[in-house]
């Protein structure tokens, strides 16, 4: 089996089979994931969020979100505006963004 693609953001992994879009930063990263279903890539993602990362942080949503895609959001108890959101978007192919921030994005 393949080794999981690490975003290098908080611990948050990708399916081995995922390809960046452009170049990740510290802050973001973006993947695509080519022959993933959106449900199959959801539910793979969030059984691989890192617990030990983001115990700290304060799950704010983990929904559906208007668009159809689908995201966690967590806040940080401390800094109100350290936001660190992992979104799964339906498109063709799936889509997966990662963002450690200090900006509060909508729906978070």
Same mark, same amino acid.
């Given at each position: 089996?393949?080794?999981?693609?690490?975003?290098? $953001?908080?611990?948050? *992994?990708?399916?081995?089979? &995922?390809? &960046? $879009?452009?170049?990740?930063?510290? =802050?973001?990263?973006?993947?695509?994931?080519?022959?993933?279903?959106? /449900?199959? &890539?959801?539910?793979? $993602?969030?059984?691989?969020?890192?617990?030990?990362? $983001?115990?700290? !942080? #304060? !799950?704010?949503?983990? #929904?559906?979100?208007?668009? =159809? =895609?689908? /995201?966690?959001?967590? #806040?940080?108890?401390?800094?109100?505006?350290?936001? !660190?959101?992992? =979104?799964?978007?339906?498109?063709?192919?799936?889509?997966? *963004?990662?963002?450690?921030?200090?900006?509060?994005?909508?729906?978070?």
């Amino acid at each position: 089996m393949a080794a999981v693609v690490d975003t290098g $953001i908080a611990g948050v *992994v990708m399916p081995p089979e &995922a390809i &960046a $879009i452009g170049e990740p930063t510290a =802050s973001t990263a973006a993947y695509d994931l080519p022959g993933w279903q959106f /449900e199959d &890539a959801t539910k793979w $993602i969030g059984d691989r969020l890192p617990p030990k990362q $983001i115990e700290e !942080l #304060q !799950l704010r949503t983990a #929904q559906a979100q208007p668009n =159809s =895609s689908f /995201e966690w959001c967590w #806040q940080s108890p401390d800094r109100p505006f350290e936001v !660190l959101l992992v =979104s799964v978007f339906p498109s063709d192919p799936v889509n997966v *963004v990662v963002a450690d921030t200090d900006d509060n994005p909508a729906g978070c």
